[in-house]
C-alpha cells in the first residue's frame, strides 16, 4: 500500500486538478476520439482513488476528490 500525504494548502484547486488529470490522459491517448477518452480516463482513476480512501480518510479530503469528480464531468 501507498501511504498519500495529503496538504490542502498546496493541493491544486478541484477544478486546476480536474484539467491536470484530464490533460495527462489526453497528452497520453493517440486514439482519435481524444478529449471525451481523456476525460473518460480521468473520471476512472479519480472514482479509483475515491474508491481506495473512502473507508480510511478524513471527510474533507474524500469531499476534495468528490468535486474533482464532478468538475471533470462539467468540463
Not at 500525504?5 to 489526453?26: G, V
Not at 482519435?32 to 471527510?59: F, K, M
Amino acid at each position: 500500500m501507498v501511504k498519500i500525504k495529503f496538504k490542502m494548502e498546496t493541493y491544486p484547486t478541484t477544478e486546476e486538478k480536474a484539467e491536470e488529470l484530464i490533460n495527462k490522459f489526453f497528452k497520453s491517448n493517440h486514439q482519435p476520439y481524444g478529449y471525451r477518452d481523456a476525460q473518460s480516463c480521468a473520471l476512472i482513476a479519480v472514482n479509483e482513488i475515491i474508491e481506495q480512501i473512502t473507508h480510511w480518510c478524513p471527510a474533507h479530503i474524500l469531499n476534495y476528490w468528490m468535486n474533482v469528480k464532478k468538475e471533470i464531468k462539467l468540463l
